[in-house]
């Protein structure tokens, strides 16, 4: 069945340093969606990628599609506290099927 | 402001006991709604879809008979923990989504089995 592998399983940053967070699809997915889960919280919904290459940025955070529809990223630069929370890849294949999440954790 | 609302946010119950949680689509009729379970530090496992004015759809190594799902109306879904035992507790949400759309999550439910 569609796997979605989410890397890292954690990161723990200084405050102002970048964070990458990778999503890989083992099926060619028709989009990919990303969701942030504060501590404490429920997923909430950040972007949704369709096409092949795709970049969309939101202030920080810089979201990539890979050519082949099988990868993403989530690119966050000079992190802030606020930032904390897990970061969720979610790949729409015949289903839609969440990664595992990548925590990050922000040092003041 | 939430567009899906679910009730309650944390509940306490004795082994043996059922639970109900209910799950409202404020803004738009719904006539799919989903379940997802989620252990602390892990992803979000979907257990069931729930379907309007049918039966829902369960996923493999879901228990039907122990996770009630009724979606009555096209605003409403519940999902009833029969019978709850520890290994139960953990953190429900709703999330109401179609077609290839995003997803729209409830606040979600603690359920603490003692």
């Known amino acids: 069945g569609q796997q979605v592998m989410q890397i890292p399983q954690y990161q723990h940053v200084q405050e102002g340093e970048d964070f990458t967070t990778y999503c890989n699809s083992s099926t060619t997915l028709s989009n990919i969606q990303w969701y942030k889960q504060r501590p404490g919280g429920h997923p909430v919904f950040l972007i949704q990628l369709v096409k092949s290459g795709e970049v969309k940025k939101q202030k920080r955070l810089t979201f990539q599609f890979g050519e082949a529809k099988k990868n993403s990223s989530l690119h966050i630069t000079a992190t802030q506290t606020t930032d904390v929370g897990t970061y969720f890849c979610?790949?729409?294949?015949?289903?839609?099927?969440f990664g595992g999440g990548t925590r990050l954790m922000v040092k003041p | 402001g939430a567009v899906v609302s679910q009730h309650p946010s944390w509940v306490i119950c004795k082994s043996g006991t059922s639970v109900k949680i209910e799950c409202r689509s404020l803004?738009?009729?719904?006539?799919?709604m989903f379940w997802y379970r989620q252990f602390p530090k892990q992803s979000l496992m979907l257990m069931a879809t729930?379907?309007?004015?049918?039966?829902?759809?369960?996923e493999q190594g879901v228990e039907k008979d122990k996770f009630l799902i009724n979606h009555a109306s096209l605003t409403l879904s519940t999902l009833t923990v029969t019978s709850a035992h520890p290994e139960d507790s953990s953190f429900y949400i709703c999330a109401r989504g179609e077609n290839n759309s995003p997803l729209h999550f409830g606040n979600g439910t603690r359920l603490t089995v003692t």
């Open positions: 729930s379907n309007e004015g049918s039966k829902a759809t369960y």
């Open positions: 979610a790949g729409h294949g015949n289903m839609l099927t």
């Open positions: 803004d738009f009729q719904a006539t799919t």
